[in-house]
């Protein structure tokens, strides 16, 4: 089945720690983002991607870093320099820009 | 202003009932427009792609008001199974899309 598969689930922070969250989708899509939805709000833009080897700021990108080496692949880190990362992290794809967008089912990042 | 603006509500309204839902956004060159319905603690789900013209799906009726830079999401005959909250996404002035805080809806018996 054609798809996006976010991994971890559930993930947990120690203090000073750099955590991977991975995002792989098989279907065939140019453009890939990652957002941050916090309790009651807003999904809000961390980084995207319309291409291979590319990548963007979104909204609140500070604390977060992403690589796009394959088209199927956008690993995002969070690094220790978010100071207040616990939240669901959701991984995007789509066809390009102004396309409809498709979600993994998310990770949970909570600190420890 | 935010890019895109709804109201968080929550609506309670009895199965059965009709219910819509605004979006204002602040991008007057905006070209693409979605709903999209996400249940609690999971992923936004494509509910509808919103056409300049108006566009119909069963019981799900969207449109597009550009003079007044809103769309509509209109529920019909309400179920219970249509609990959840409503985001409304459009396309930015940097071409990435933005996503309102969403409009949660409950259906009760």
């Known amino acids: 089945d054609g798809g996006i598969t976010q991994s971890p689930k559930y993930l947990f922070r120690k203090e000073g720690q750099n955590v991977t969250l991975s995002c792989e989708q098989n279907?065939?899509?140019?453009?890939m983002y990652w957002y941050r939805q916090d309790p009651g709000q807003g999904l809000r833009l961390i980084y995207y991607?319309?291409?291979?080897?590319?990548?963007q700021k979104g909204d609140i990108a500070e604390g977060y870093s992403v690589s796009r080496e394959k088209k199927e692949s956008f690993p995002l880190t969070v690094t220790s320099a978010q100071k207040n990362p616990t939240a669901f992290y959701l991984c995007a794809s789509s066809m390009g820009n102004n396309q409809p967008q498709h979600f993994g089912d998310g990770t949970r990042l909570s600190i420890l | 202003r935010k890019e895109v603006e709804q109201d968080p509500g929550p609506f309670n309204v009895p199965e059965g009932a009709t219910v819509a839902f605004n979006c204002t956004y602040s991008?007057?060159?905006?070209?693409?427009f979605f709903w999209y319905r996400q249940d609690c603690r999971k992923e936004p789900k494509l509910l509808m792609s919103?056409?300049?013209s108006g566009n119909e799906d069963g019981r799900f009726t969207a449109q597009l008001n550009r003079a007044s830079q809103y769309i509509s999401l209109l529920i019909r005959d309400s179920k219970l199974s249509d609990s959840a909250t409503y985001l409304c996404?459009?396309?930015?002035?940097?071409?990435?899309?933005?996503f309102g805080a969403g409009t949660r809806l409950t259906v009760k018996p």
């Open positions: 991008n007057s060159a905006s070209q693409s």
């Open positions: 919103v056409y300049s």
């Open positions: 991607s319309q291409i291979v080897n590319d990548f």
């Open positions: 996404v459009v396309n930015s002035r940097n071409n990435d899309m933005r």
């Open positions: 279907l065939n899509h140019d453009a």
